[in-house]
């Protein structure tokens, strides 16, 4: 049976969940403080983090505790977190709710990592979008520092740290973690190559840690209850508990929190969750872990389950949780134009093959939607595909790629449908192959 | 575009400088990193919020308070669809476009807006008060459709309630 875990998102209901008072009435900072008052080795926490399991949730899904140990030992350069809050993976809401429910929750988490990794300075970089993350993020900020949580010498323990709120502008790239690096310089945020990977050598040049604001949260949970807690929690290999986020054609939509494992058909159609689809309506397709995973079809839903193994079974990938349901009222090939014009706008142009690539596949999908597609145009998507995934900097051409390709070979016949009906509309210009 | 280009947004110094106090604010932003140039995108947002845009002189200005070229500051303004480099109306609206609330009546809310107002998308009302945008996913799809009203959210919007909106977004 499927049910909430309320970790997380455990005081969201609260009034004034967001404020310094409650938080602290409910544990916080305890954790923080026992830490700062035992001076707990780093190295300690790091091994703890990684023995919990904890994976990324920023959509990549990396061992959390196995990236910190990445900094090097002994540097002599500062040391930075950053916490990636740019959230806006298509179909993700939930670092969202953190920010504007329990920002404590974040920063205490943002005070162990540091404490871990041995940074004094840590930047939150949000979206300028979220107006209202950011007010509550910087109040409890400023009520942090007012306790004495951060700054120098916190609470006498010898420990120094500055937390900085940081505002991007409205781009999807700046959440690839070395994008961000660039967007925080003030340089044009396009990716960096790897090596160096940003452990090594990140922000202003120096080891940095880049975490999702979901991960970030779990820390003091994990740091309170222990590895062994954690990892006990729904799926043994890939441990933990999730905010999902569920959009589209379902009855009630929104965001629950629930541990690793369940049936993602469970989660639709349960009375105490979605509800099902809306009513008169089937299932369609669901794109389970944001726009960047490969679509899955009813029968795919009805075996799925939520975790990286099973996800696997099923080609697709949990990504950030963001979970797109879509009826049968759905034109799929509408819906594949509507997320490749994302991609086309928001692929930063570094790379040939993702800032050619994109606009072409939205001409082409354009074309057919027209009711001028030609027979190899199917192929030619595909083709373009090929040309595109691995052969970048980044991962936005291949999450592109991936919800493009799955969508063509399962809903194929749909596209032929289109290419073989008669035109109906003025050829769009400029979609020749 | 068919609207008319528009006045220059609010503020008396539009297209200028950044008032005194809030130059006063920002001074101390540049501090936060080891280099000033850092501070560009939290700066050019709080200088684009007082003056509705950055135009080119405002991009000098800021390029000399952080001690870079204009080109630097260029480069990232043009970068990001959250700078402006031409002149917006008095409130800007940013309708979300992405799948998730294309699915559930961005589309058509969309569309409303543009007949509304009489613009398309990016355009701007005759009057100043209004340009329309679309945007990229905005992070709250369980509650699509979602809206901006001045960078302010708004959700599970439909057209009688938006039209409220803009009536009151005087």
Known sequence: MIRETKLLSARFGQPQSWALEGFRKDG?????????????????????????GLKGRGGAGFSTGTKWSFIPKGTTKPVYLCVNGDESEPGTFKDRQILELDPHQLLEGVGLTCYAIGAHTAYLYLRCEFALGLRRLQAALDEAYKAGLFGKNIQGSGFDLEVHTHIGAGAYICGEETSLLNSIEGVRPYPRNKPPFPAVEGLFGCPTIINNVETIANIPHILKRG????????????????????????????????????????????????????PGRKLKAVIPGGSSSRVLLPDEVAVATMDAPGMKQVNSSLGSAGIIVLDDSTDMVDAVLNL???????SCGQCTPCR???????????????????????DLLLDLADNMEGRTV??????????????????????????RAPARAAAPAGAGA | MAAATPTPAAG????????????????????????????????????????????????????????????????????????YDKPVGKHVIH??????????????????????????????T????????????????????????DNERHENLTPEQIDRLLEAAQ
Not at chain 2, 17 to 43: C, N
Request: hydrophobic share 45%; with cysteine; glycine share 10%.
């Open chain 1, 356 to 378: 050619e690539g994109t606009p072409w596949v939205v001409k082409v999908l354009e074309r057919i939607m027209s009711g001028h597609g030609r027979a190899e145009d199917l």
């Open chain 1, 227 to 278: 590895a062994a807690w954690h990892a006990a929690l729904g799926n043994k290999e890939d441990p933990g508990s999730r905010l999902w986020c569920v959009s589209g054609h379902v009855k009630r939509r929104g965001v629950w929190e629930i541990e690793t494992g369940f049936r993602l058909a469970e989660l639709i159609d349960s009375p105490d969750f979605c509800g099902g689809m809306r």
């Open chain 1, 340 to 346: 490749m014009r994302f991609y086309a706008h928001e």
């Open chain 2, 12 to 83: 008396p110094q539009a297209g200028g400088a950044p008032s005194a106090a809030l130059v006063a604010k920002l001074t101390p932003l540049k501090a936060r990193y080891p280099h000033a140039k850092a501070a560009m995108v939290p700066v050019l947002r709080a200088v684009q919020a007082e003056l509705g845009w950055l135009g080119p002189d405002t991009q000098a200005w800021v390029a000399q308070f952080l001690g870079v070229t204009a080109l630097e500051v260029h480069e990232v303004v043009s970068f990001y669809p959250m700078l």
């Open chain 1, 28 to 52: 916080g900072y305890e954790t923080w403080l026992k830490v700062l008052k035992d001076k707990r080795p780093p190295a300690e926490l790091v091994a703890e983090v990684k023995a919990s």
């Open chain 2, 95 to 124: 309708v979300c476009r992405t799948l998730s609330c294309d699915a559930c009546g961005g589309k058509e809310l969309f569309e409303h807006l543009c007949s509304k107002l009489g613009v398309q998308r990016g355009g701007t």
């Open chain 2, 126 to 149: 005759q009057d100043g008060r209004f340009t329309l945008k679309a945007a990229e996913c905005l992070a709250s799809c369980g509650t699509a459709p979602v809206v901006l009203i």
């Open chain 1, 394 to 419: 980044c991962a936005l051409a291949d999450g592109a790629c991936w919800p493009l390709v799955s969508i063509v070979q399962k809903f194929r016949a749909e596209f032929l449908a289109k290419i």
